[in-house]
T-cell receptor, first 114, second 114 residues
Framework: SQQGEEDPQALSIQEGENATMNCSYK?????LQWYRQNSGRGLVHLIL?????REKHSGRLRVTLDTSKKSSSLLITASRAADTASYFC??????????????FGKGTHLIIQP | EPEVTQTPSHQVTQMGQEVILRCVPI?????FYWYRQILGQKVEFLVS????????KSEIFDDQFSVERPDGSNFTLKIRSTKLEDSAMYFC????????????FGPGTRLTVL
């Protein structure tokens, strides 16, 4: 089954506008994390939200989690050209051991037009 | 700020050759991971490592792959006999504890198999 599927696949907005990306998943999770990847570069952790949390903020980022719908959204407010990147959600199961690998979605490619 | 480092940044090898990818996780972290990302595709979990042994591995991580923590700082991924389809970006990640779930990723090693 597909886990951590983002939509849209690509999003182009004007600088200053808000960008919203969505992520859906299929299995039970312990937490969901959002990462950013600039072209050809490494993954930068943005924010983690636990399964018992509904909303979390970090600077211009706002993440929501709806475990009943198995979905999450990432909102970037007041976008900047430097926000141009691919954004991935990644889910972690809970197995008790603490060493679970993350399951990534295909990502949303965000382009901020100056 | 501490970060995960990986060497080399780019490795080119001939099909059938062995390669070793190296990672230095963040120093007080206990959990270590390898992921790969084939060009244009999603990031895929390969293996997790804790307490000097493999905790979890995906179906991708077959007998051609092995991991090792040869000393107190390095974490390596070995591919015994590379195939064309092993060409990908390989990311190392580390996590501090079972409670602190954020995984921090290195910049990646781009492996090209000719």
């Amino acid at each position: 089954s597909q886990q951590g599927e983002e939509d849209p696949q690509a999003l182009s907005i004007q600088e200053g506008e808000n960008a919203t990306m969505n992520c859906s998943y299929k299995t039970s999770i312990n937490n969901l994390q959002w990462y950013r990847q600039n072209s050809g570069r490494g993954l930068v952790h943005l924010i983690l939200i636990r399964s018992n949390e509904r909303e979390k903020h970090s600077g211009r980022l706002r993440v929501t989690l709806d475990t009943s719908k198995k979905s999450s959204s990432l909102l970037i407010t007041a976008s900047r050209a430097a926000d141009t990147a691919s954004y991935f959600c990644a889910t972690a199961r809970y197995s008790g051991g603490g060493a679970d690998g993350l399951t990534f979605g295909k990502g949303t490619h965000l382009i901020i037009q100056p | 700020e501490p970060e995960v480092t990986q060497t080399p940044s780019h490795q080119v090898t001939q099909m059938g050759q062995e390669v070793i990818l190296r990672c230095v996780p963040i120093s007080n972290h206990l959990y270590f991971y390898w992921y790969r990302q084939i060009l244009g595709q999603k990031v895929e979990f390969l293996v997790s490592f804790y307490n000097n042994e493999i905790s979890e591995k995906s179906e991708i991580f077959d007998d051609q792959f092995s991991v090792e923590r040869p000393d107190g700082s390095n974490f390596t991924l070995k591919i015994r006999s590379t195939k064309l389809e092993d060409s990908a970006m390989y990311f190392c990640a580390s996590k501090e504890s079972p409670v602190l779930d954020t995984q921090y990723f290195g910049p990646g090693t781009r492996l090209t198999v000719l």
